[in-house]
């Protein structure tokens, strides 16, 4: 009986959050005024006396208090009473301090919020994205709040968009961030972005892990399917190693940019928070910034430069491979091969890394670069062929590059980082897997080999399926773009690759965007970030696999 109280109590619990955070919304995008204010106050008292008599039902339930040490955020909801005896209610600060409380609270039952949804048995790729969304959601109002922002009113679709570019890990920005966040706003937008690039699900497990708690089966087959795992003991050791390889990466970018940076700074704690943002940032492929031009102050800093651009590479080609890398290098014996994914994956980086760095250097040499030497121009261009694929930070102002350099950041752009990366894009793999099949077709063979290896035709056909609808989706919102915003065709184009590839570069168009122009690149940076098969897979119905097969015909192609 105690155990079905509790199940209802899970679901209330999630239906009520879900309407707490709707309210809260309502709220920060619509201007109070003294009637609605009060309507807004009493539902707050609403709510807070849900969660006592619920908090109270779970006590009298379990008969412990124990159960708190795994929702500490509970112990807010004593909020109104610290109020009444402070005599904070008549205070200015009131209805913002209890919109973050609330907001607390309803993250601390992220839980409750789930179970709800797994009414409508939803598929691990609609888990996914609702995690984002709700990522994005949560950002989207703290970063609404006043105390981040220096105006203190930050118009809601300015951080929405803010929240969708952090948590998509794309930087394309409608605001300048040093300017315009405060120090609060500026650390949300990294949390988001940190939670972008690693991923819900990553922090879903790690969260597991931590307060010990027991798995569903149906949540061990997500998690195992989301990691191409075997079993839940492999999911905890990649996500593990997940964490300790960002940890690694992000702290040691953050001592290396605050040993360069530190001259450049009033003070030892600006420069601290700003080498941990950028690092974090490069680490990610977000290509935030706190420097209204970027990197366009360090671009012949070669100490800098090369250390953004290191952790980028390793933020792009994705934790499968640096698990594998290590894996090999220090327990041969345990796992003494280097995955075929990881061979490609180098292999096409190292590629797109070397003909994007030629390519731009030769075509600029004497056009944006001609005022540097040849060691400058080099560096110059080697960065900006790193951070076209997914980053987007620039060391120079990228309307001085011609026609030619700019199509080929597009098309890195459209490429972007490798699967299981901090990147968007259509990936390195898969473009790999496509080239390859294109040469076997052309050679008339009727396998696909790489490395020694033969490639699953499922994975010809995913990957053409991924090149396809990208470009398809890139088509629409283009259309779109160009039928609602006054730009030019390739500015337009441009921007439109940049927040599918989560690149964040900007031909400068982003800032001037109508209401509806900030709606379809928010979109766009969401299919980019959670990958288009994912939003296919989400949207489409499920079908069992037929036991027959109907018989063959040959169709004239070409």
Known sequence: MGKKILTFLNYLSGIICIITGVIITLEIIFSLNTENTHLYTTLHSFFFKFLIT????????KKNIKFLLSQPADLLVFFPLIENILNLTKSPQHLFLTQIILIIIIIGRLK???????????????????????????GSLLLSLPVASVNEHLPYMDALFTAVSAVCVTGLVVNDIGTTFTLFGQIIILLLIQIGGLGIMTFSVLLTMILNKKISQRETQEFQQNYATFNLKDTFRTIRAIFIFTFIFEIAGSILLFIFWRPDFESVTQAMFSSLFHSVSAFCNAGFSLFPDSFVRYSTATPIIMTISVLIIFGGIGFPVIINLYRYMFHRRKNPLIKLHTKITLTVTAVLLVFG??????SEYNNALSSFNIFEKGLISFFHSVSARTCGFNSIDLNLFGPASLLIIISLMYIGASPGSTGGGIKTTTVGIFITACISTFRAQNK????????????????????ILSALIILFFLFNLLLFE???FFETFFETVSAF?????????????SIYGKMFIMIIMFIGRVGPLTVAYALAREKSKS??????ESVLIA
């Open 501 to 513: 590839g989560t690149a964040g570069l900007s031909l400068g168009t982003t800032r001037y965007l």
């Open 486 to 488: 006054d730009f030019v």
């Open 547 to 552: 036991n027959y097969a109907y018989p063959e």
């Open 112 to 138: 409750h919020t789930g179970m709800f949804f797994r009414i409508f048995k939803l598929k691990p790729a609609q888990m996914l994205l609702t995690g984002f969304l709700f990522a994005i959601f949560t």
């Open 448 to 467: 696909t080999e790489i490395a020694g290896r033969t490639i699953a035709r499922e994975d010809i056909l995913k990957a053409l399926a991924i090149v």
């Open 54 to 61: 619920d908090l109270s039902i779970r006590l009298l339930v």
């Open 357 to 362: 760095t030629l390519i731009i250097l030769f």
